[in-house]
């Protein structure tokens, strides 16, 4: 599910280049309302439970991705066809820490903040190892398979612009260091979907990304989080360190947001 390393930090760097326009209301949506690959929204438990329950069929390697994630199909006529799976142990690879775990925990993260961006994580033993099952969404392009950031039809745009800075934010929480061009997905409804989080949680304060707006209400959502709080949902998966480091980095997140609101003012800062 890992593109080429190359052109990781590539995506941030194109989107963080498009401006942010609005629409006015005179735009209309489409007559017909395209599919979604986010058939999980509302019903997370049942798809979570699919996952750790459901018998693979068939498995085969990905020619993709470094960490050497698979493909497993379940029985025709379940919830969903396929998951990705990642077996990864926690630990440092090529420089980087990286863990099956990591995914898992940014599943349970994107929950709390009702994000709805990450698809259905757990972990499951598939022929006796441990690691991350991650539902395969469907039907989506990547960044990468359109050629690079896409641009959406205006009736879209706002709701795009909105999403692509809470990826960003989210990134920049979980210290995100591989947001690539294969690991941003689009389903025809113009969703954003999240994928490829072991790397997430590593040690570090920098931001991923140069946030330039905000989105107050998932920033509402941040500064609700705890120690307590995160211990209770993601200490399975991480240790206190990483929770510490959540918490450092929203910490990071709040100076540089005074610093962009002190320069441009607030309605130039967080989005409408």
């Known amino acids: 599910m890992r593109t080429n390393r190359a052109v990781a930090g590539l995506v941030f760097l194109l989107v963080q280049a498009w401006s942010l326009p609005r629409v006015t209301a005179q735009e209309t949506a489409p007559a017909e309302q395209p599919a979604s690959a986010k058939i999980w929204v509302g019903r997370a438990q049942e798809f979570e439970d699919y996952l750790r329950n459901a018998e693979i069929v068939k498995m085969e390697a990905l020619s993709v991705g470094v960490t050497r994630p698979s493909r497993a199909w379940f029985a025709p006529g379940g919830l969903f066809e396929s998951m990705a799976w990642k077996g990864i142990k926690p630990g440092r690879y090529s420089g980087h820490w990286e863990s099956y775990k990591s995914e898992i925990a940014s599943y349970e993260l994107d929950k709390i903040l009702e994000m709805n961006m990450i698809p259905p994580t757990v972990e499951k033993r598939v022929k006796g190892e441990l690691g991350a099952a991650v539902m ?135 989005l409408p």
């Open 136 to 270: 395969w969404v469907s039907p989506i392009k990547s960044f990468t398979d359109m050629g690079g950031p896409p641009a959406p039809p205006p009736v879209h745009m706002n709701a795009w612009n909105k999403q692509l800075v809470r990826a960003k934010m989210l990134d920049n929480l979980i210290n995100n260091r591989d947001p690539n061009l294969g690991n941003w997905l689009v389903d025809p409804s113009w969703n954003l979907i999240l994928i490829d989080h072991t790397r997430a949680f590593e040690a570090g304060k920098n931001p991923v990304h140069d946030l330039t707006r905000v989105d107050r209400e998932l920033w509402e959502r941040f500064k609700t989080l705890t120690e307590e709080g995160l211990q209770a949902a993601l200490g399975q998966w991480l240790d206190e360190r990483a929770i510490r480091g959540v918490l450092e980095r929203r910490e990071r997140m709040q100076a540089d947001i005074d610093k962009l609101v002190a320069a441009k003012g607030e309605a130039a800062v967080f």
